[in-house]
């Protein structure tokens, strides 16, 4: 059974950071590229990071280029996050997923809220 569980998020200053993680089970990641979303509320999903199933090859929304920092460990089978300079309109639930998903399958997300 596919599951994919993310944490890390929590509430925090402008200009700060916050490391996410998602660990995947009942499929191996390292057979997939694997990619960050976020949905703000009132906004639809939107994609943040991805990265290639060996990780050679990275790409960022603009949003977020110089400031977010995607990564894998495929012996943990786990994907991280790391958000830096973090600003309130990066307020939103974070999620993972591989390119094409499973059947609509989604996490649960964690929830990143940047405020003073």
């Known amino acids: 059974q596919v599951q994919l569980v993310e944490s890390g998020g929590g509430l925090v200053q402008p200009g700060g950071s916050l490391r996410l993680s998602c660990a995947a089970s009942?499929?191996?990641?390292?057979?997939?590229?694997m990619r960050w979303y976020r949905q703000a509320p009132g906004k639809e999903r939107e994609l943040v990071a991805h990265i290639s199933n060996l990780g050679r090859t990275i790409n960022y929304a603009d949003s977020v280029k110089g400031r977010f920092a995607i990564s894998r460990d495929n012996a943990k089978n786990t994907v991280y996050l790391q958000m830096n300079s973090l600003k309130p309109e990066d307020t939103a639930v974070y999620y993972c997923n591989t390119v094409s998903g499973f059947a609509g399958y989604w996490g649960q997300g964690t929830q990143v809220t940047v405020s003073s």
């Open positions: 009942g499929f191996t990641i390292s057979s997939y590229a």
